[in-house]
DNA sequence: ACATTAAATTCGA
DNA sequence: TCGAATTTAATGT
């Protein structure tokens, strides 16, 4: 655990005795498919790291309706706009893999917020990274079309501030790239030997291998615009 | 929705 | 403990 607490990019921010006794507070813990590590309205015990595995955020409509809007993989931080207003989780998070997690208690985080300006600094850059993650989220749905949407989803879980130490192969289901891009499975997976065809990535076996991060990021795919046919559904894609 | 194929699991030596 | 057979899950159309 130690390792991976210093691998972070906030570990750097420390001083080491304020390291080490992060370290000693903090445990790991390990989440099997399905389970919740956060549900919607529970207290926030901690701030939360991946070591290894995947997790999915998702909300729920009051009638249990269920959307997923992003993806936490190795590397990723998450929870502090929790634990900073100090409230209750606003969504889910679930794992979709075996999982290892580390979690710095509460208490631990908010001494740090307090006392190190230098982890306050890595805070603005990380909810800054998280800003504009949401703002092209928003774009994305709203401006492009499904093979474009899939493209730029799957590149924002290669977001370098927010997963540092990220391979090129993601392992990640068409379902679950379905539901990240608020598309069906169906539309996924012909969204997805499209992005191949043009080269930018390679579709396996319960993931994906992505050849050209920054195609990922620039595509747009054919057709943009004109489709006010496609799919007059709401927001969110998936029925649990 | 259905057919196909990869992966996981079981069973029998 | 190895591998064939069966079951289950993911993928392709």
New binding site residues.
């Given amino acids: 655990m130690q390792e991976t607490i210093r691998a972070s990019l906030w570990a750097e921010t420390l001083t080491p005795k304020e390291l080490a006794q992060v370290c000693a507070e903090s445990y790991e813990l390990h989440v099997s498919p399905g389970a919740h590590v956060a549900q919607a309205g529970d207290q926030a015990k901690g701030w939360y790291g991946v070591v290894d595995g995947v997790l999915i955020m998702t909300v729920c409509s009051p009638d249990g309706k269920e959307s997923t809007f992003t993806g936490a993989r190795s590397g990723a931080w998450f929870g502090e706009g929790t634990l900073l207003k100090d409230g209750p989780w606003q969504y889910n998070s679930t794992a979709i893999r075996d999982s290892n997690l580390i979690c710095v208690p509460r208490d631990t985080f908010r001494r740090l917020v307090q006392t190190s300006l230098p982890f306050n600094h890595f805070l603005l850059s990380q909810l800054n990274a998280r800003l504009g993650l949401f703002v092209s989220l928003v774009e994305y749905d709203r401006l492009l079309g499904p093979d474009a949407r899939v493209a730029r989803c799957l590149a924002a879980l290669f977001n370098a501030d927010l997963y540092p130490q990220a391979g090129c192969f993601i392992e990640l ?3 679950e790239i379905g539901h990240l891009s608020g598309l069906s ?2 539309r996924a ?2 969204a ?2 499209e992005l191949e065809r043009a080269g930018l990535l390679r ?5 994906v291998t992505v050849l050209d991060l920054p195609g990922m990021r620039t595509y747009s795919g054919a057709a943009a615009s004109g489709r006010k046919s496609r799919t007059p559904q709401k927001l969110e894609t998936l029925t649990d």
Avoid: I
């Fill in positions: 289901g068409q379902e499975r169906q997976n012909e997805l030997h579709v396996e076996f319960g993931g």
